[in-house]
């Protein structure tokens, strides 16, 4: 032990072998996210609270349901192939075991809240006048035209 080492151990600040906070230290097999897409399943990335983005990793299967539901599919990777498979993505972040997160949003009530307001966009008299504005710009191509 080196004499820092031995001071800090004396004055019961650290253990022998404690890891330093700044250390990476390997978090073995993780459950993370996926979802399935065009090209087989992808893994989810997920936003921190600031907005950056963040790769998410969880060290059991019971706390991925936890947080995000029983229905939510995962695979195992290593940390090292986690962040390997984040990085030409640009997400350098890595988030084990988080606690918390967003519900998911509902994009059924999305698409039921755009097909209502669709209507709107063809009412009749809309319709009507676009009638209108054709045949008057038809009648004026047939005036051009005869002269």
């Excluded at 004499?3 to 253990?15: D, F, M, N, S, Y």
């Excluded at 990793?57 to 539901?69: E, I, N, Q, W």
């Excluded at 075991?97 to 966009?121: I, L």
Aim: charged share 20%; with cysteine.
């Amino acid at each position: 032990m080196s004499p820092v080492e031995q001071a800090e151990h004396a004055e019961g600040l650290k253990e022998p072998g404690d890891a330093e906070p700044s250390e990476r230290v390997p978090a073995g097999l993780l459950y993370v996210p996926v979802r399935s897409g065009p090209a087989g399943c992808t893994a989810r990335f997920f936003r921190t609270p600031l907005g950056g983005r963040t790769a998410v990793g969880f060290t059991s299967a019971a706390l991925l349901a936890a947080t995000l539901g029983p229905e939510q599919a995962s695979i195992r990777l290593s940390e090292p192939a986690l962040r390997a498979l984040a990085a030409p993505l640009g997400v350098t972040a890595l988030t084990v075991d988080p606690q918390f997160s967003a519900p998911a949003a509902d994009r059924t009530a999305a698409a039921v809240r755009e097909r209502e307001k669709s209507w709107r966009r063809w009412h009749p008299q809309h319709v009507g006048a676009l009638r209108v504005t054709g045949a008057a710009a038809v009648v004026a191509c047939l005036n051009l035209l005869i002269g």
